[in-house]
């Protein structure tokens, strides 16, 4: 039982759903984070979703980038890969992303709150501070969405 008022992700784990279980329809998801923050915040909801997704992402149990990508997947959040990676920078895609098949609207970026989860996750585990930023998307018309983590060195 948790004494404080935080939540861990290891609450969120914690399903006693006995008829509906632990699934819920993308479309639900998609209408919170593109009808919800996107239309209905400021900026997009960037400022929200940096910091949301960063706090997600300092709570996942995870010790390694493999776990995180690993993470990812499990999650359904999409499937990772790393595309490009040097001293300095990694690239990683995401396959099958929530924003998949989506209509395209070229110029938009909406997976900002996992580029941000990627962002709070990496720099607990890189123990530096590292940024995140998504550089294509699937609403964008791009093949798959992909972000751009430096800071790596």
């Given at each position: 039982m948790t004494t404080s008022s935080d939540f861990t992700f290891a609450d969120m784990r914690k399903i006693k759903r006995k008829t509906?279980?632990?699934?819920?329809?993308?479309?639900?998801?998609?209408?919170?984070?593109?009808?919800?923050?996107?239309?209905?915040?400021?900026?997009?909801?960037?400022?929200?979703?940096?910091?949301?997704?960063?706090?997600?992402?300092?709570?996942?149990?995870?010790?390694?980038?493999?776990e995180l990508l690993n993470l990812f997947k499990e999650l359904k959040i999409g499937i990772p890969a790393i595309v490009r990676q040097d001293a300095e920078r990694m690239h990683i895609a995401i396959h099958d992303c929530f924003c998949e098949g989506l209509p395209v609207s070229e110029?938009?970026?909406v997976c900002d709150l996992e580029g941000a989860i990627f962002e709070g996750a990496l720099t607990k585990i890189l123990h530096k501070t590292v940024t995140v930023r998504e550089i294509k998307c699937n609403v964008n018309g791009d093949e798959h969405c992909e972000y751009e983590i430096r800071g790596l060195s």
């Open positions: 509906l279980g632990d699934v819920v329809p993308l479309e639900l998801f998609r209408s919170i984070r593109l009808i919800g923050m996107y239309q209905g915040l400021p900026l997009h909801g960037k400022g929200t979703t940096g910091v949301i997704g960063k706090q997600i992402g300092q709570s996942l149990p995870v010790n390694s980038v493999d110029g938009k970026f």
